[in-house]
């Protein structure tokens, strides 16, 4: 019988030598990488069944490289294992087509039942990552045309930071600015981009690669 074949791609050596452990008796193992510009490679010349990968990868993020992916493959499944615990990046990742979402702390005990479940056509999403069913998730980012190259660079900065979690006061300490030029900045943000929420602002600087 034909295995299902997989693609791994975290930058961190451990995690993908443990998934290898825990999944090579199961399945076929076609690659592992360590950055997204590498999983996009080896994605198109590999052509997987299902990729697993991290959202934080260097040179080009996880949400980012699988919305290439999927533009080229796009029967392709997609498991995310982070150690992002909210749900703002589990909406980027169904956004780009992921079926499953896999928290870090938990992976090795889960890793295996969220691969045959996402393989068998099923959704899988670590138990408490989210209180609300994602047919409630709303997708702002589809719906808008903007995209990042319309922000000033003292805009970028400040979505970098919001999107890190830095309140106001943080974020005008770092930028040595005031709190009150930071806010205004957010506004103005907001509305270049049509959104409404710092939620939003975060799923949209992971969608556009700026963290």
């Not at 087509?97 to 938990?106: E, I, Q």
């Amino acid at each position: 019988m034909k295995q299902d074949r997989i693609l791994l791609a975290d930058d961190h050596a451990l995690i993908l030598e443990g998934f290898q452990a825990i999944l090579t008796p199961h399945y076929e193992i076609v690659g592992a990488v360590a950055d997204g510009i590498s999983l996009v490679e080896a994605a198109l010349h590999c052509k997987p069944d299902l990729i697993i990968l991290d959202v934080t990868m260097p040179l080009l993020n996880g949400i980012k490289a699988a919305g290439q992916i999927r533009k080229k493959l796009s029967g392709i499944k997609l498991l995310f294992v982070t150690m992002h615990s909210s749900p703002t990046y589990l909406q980027a990742a169904f956004h780009v087509g992921a079926t499953g979402f896999v928290l870090k702390s938990s992976a090795r005990e889960e890793i295996l039942d969220a691969v045959e479940k996402v393989m068998k056509g099923q959704v899988y999403i670590t138990p408490g990552v989210v209180g609300e069913s994602l047919e409630h998730f709303r997708d702002p980012i589809a719906k808008q045309a903007v995209n990042a190259s319309s922000l000033t660079a003292r805009e970028r900065e400040i979505l970098q930071l919001i999107a890190k979690g830095h309140s106001n006061k943080e974020t005008g300490y770092l930028l040595r600015v005031s709190a009150k030029t930071v806010a205004w900045h957010r506004e103005n943000i907001k509305n270049k981009l049509g959104l409404r929420s710092t939620a939003e602002l975060t799923q949209y600087a992971i969608q556009e690669g700026l963290v």
